[in-house]
C-alpha cells in the first residue's frame, strides 16, 4: 500500500513553494477542524485563500480537481467557517482554490475560485 501521507506531504511542498513564490503568504498548514483538513490557508493581499492540493502522477483516477467532489467542497468550507471563528476573522474575504501537481513537479495548475463562481465569499 502506498505511502499516502508521504505523497500528500510532497504535493503541499510543492504547492506551497509554488503559492509563495506567487506572492501568497501561507499562514497554515493542514489545519484540522471535527469536519476535515484544510490543505494549505494562505493570503493573497488581504483575501484568504482556503488551498486543497491534490497530486497525481497521472490521470488513470481522474484530474485532482475532479477528486474535489461537491461532499469535499462541504467538508472544506466548514473547516473554513471553523478557521474563520478560531481566529476571529470574521468579515474577511474568502476563496476555495485547488493546486493540482502533475507528475510531481512537472506541472502546477491553481485553479482560483474552485468552488463555485469566480467572486469571492465573505464569511
Known amino acids: 500500500m502506498p505511502d499516502t501521507r508521504g505523497v500528500g506531504g510532497l504535493g503541499e511542498k510543492i504547492a506551497s513553494d509554488f503559492l509563495k513564490k506567487s506572492g501568497y503568504r501561507v499562514i497554515e498548514k493542514n489545519f484540522r477542524s471535527r ?3 484544510i490543505d494549505i490557508i494562505a493570503l493573497d493581499g ?3 485563500v482556503f488551498v486543497e492540493v491534490k497530486l497525481r502522477n497521472n ?4 484530474s485532482g480537481r475532479e ?5 469535499k467542497q462541504l467538508r472544506i468550507i466548514k473547516s473554513a467557517v471553523d478557521y474563520i471563528k478560531k481566529k476571529s476573522l470574521e468579515g474577511r474575504n474568502v476563496r476555495f482554490d485547488v493546486i493540482e501537481v502533475c507528475g510531481r513537479r512537472d506541472t502546477v495548475e491553481h485553479i482560483k475560485s474552485a468552488f463555485g463562481s469566480s467572486r469571492l465569499y465573505t464569511l
Not at 59 to 62: D, H, I, N, R, V
Open 67 to 71: 477528486a474535489v467532489s461537491p461532499a
Open 35 to 37: 469536519y476535515g483538513e
Open 46 to 48: 488581504q483575501d484568504i
Open 59 to 62: 490521470l488513470s483516477f481522474g
